[in-house]
């Protein structure tokens, strides 16, 4: 069964960065495509960032471009999201998710991707 657990949330300020960790138990952990999303009160779910299985192809929502920086490590079976110059706009529960796949194309429409972790809260102060 594949498990994801995100970590690395918390409280910042606006301005302020922060790393958030995906670890995923997965044999073949190499062959899948991650991404991020979020949800924020209120509202769906919605595309942030996502990765290929290569890690040679990244895709990133236009709010978060130039900001926030998806990458992996696959002998560590860990994803991350480098955020940087964080704005309040951008606190949500923030989610994980993979799907077995090997195509360099990234899917941002969330019911594509099969396994969901249970989500960090990042929490952006004025």
């Known amino acids: 069964q594949v498990q994801l657990v995100e970590s690395g949330g918390g409280l910042v300020q606006a301005g302020d960065s922060l790393r958030l960790s995906c670890a995923a138990s997965l044999r073949t952990f190499s062959r899948y495509t991650m991404g991020w999303f979020r949800q924020a009160p209120g509202k769906e779910r919605e595309f942030v960032a996502a990765i290929s299985w290569s890690g040679g192809t990244t895709y990133y929502a236009d709010s978060v471009k130039g900001r926030f920086t998806i990458s992996r490590d696959n002998a560590k079976n860990t994803v991350y999201l480098q955020m940087n110059s964080l704005k309040p706009e951008d606190t949500a529960v923030y989610y994980c998710?993979?799907?077995?796949?090997?195509?360099?194309?990234?899917?941002?429409?969330?019911?594509?991707?099969?396994?969901w972790g249970q989500g960090t809260q990042v929490t952006v102060s004025s």
């Open positions: 998710a993979a799907r077995d796949s090997m195509r360099e194309i990234l899917p941002t429409d969330s019911h594509w991707y099969r396994n």
